[in-house]
């Protein structure tokens, strides 16, 4: 899934030789429809923008916004008929939690056997004005079913804890 369509248009050009790689032009979200797309200004092709609006404590903010299409992934993957996942991974800028929410049901039955998401530590201030993705929200919903197995803030290597830097947001 990517929303941009900019980013979209390379991932379609990238991948266009791989035939079992499906790229989707959506934002994951609670709904299906289409909604304000923050794209930030930090330089990096618009990889931090967010469906979520950002607050003072992130170094990013918002440079522009766009309408995009979005897609709640539960009913996608009820519409496609995708029963089971091997491992999802979302870097959603502040709605990853929002959409595991989404697939309580995959979750409670066991057919999610890896996750990797993006979180914000419970110590540090929301960085998004409109919704949460703090730490402790994760651990309620997924413990004691799934087992954390690293933290950190840049590439994460399982069986490693790292602190998150005190300046970081």
Not at 40 to 65: I, K, M, P, Q
Not at 80 to 85: A, C, D, V
């Amino acid at each position: 899934f990517e929303p941009n369509p900019v980013n979209f248009k390379v991932l379609t050009q990238k991948f266009k030789r791989h035939k079992n790689v499906v790229l989707e032009n959506y934002a994951c979200s609670e709904n299906d429809g289409s909604s304000k797309f923050n794209l930030s200004n930090n330089g990096n092709d618009f990889a931090s923008s967010s469906l979520a609006s950002f607050t003072e404590a992130r170094c990013v903010s918002s440079a522009s916004s766009i309408e995009i299409q979005t897609v709640n992934l539960a009913e996608y993957l009820r519409k496609n008929h995708i029963q089971e996942i091997d491992c999802l991974i979302t870097d959603t800028e502040g709605y990853d939690f929002t959409i595991i929410k989404s697939i309580s049901s995959l979750l409670e039955a066991g057919k999610v056997k890896k996750l990797i998401c993006e979180v914000v530590i419970n110590e540090k201030p929301n960085p998004f004005e409109d919704v949460s993705n703090y730490e402790y929200l994760f651990d309620d919903l997924l413990l004691p079913a799934f087992e954390k197995k690293a933290s950190g803030w840049t590439q994460l290597k399982e069986g490693v804890f790292e602190e998150v830097p005190k300046n970081f947001f």
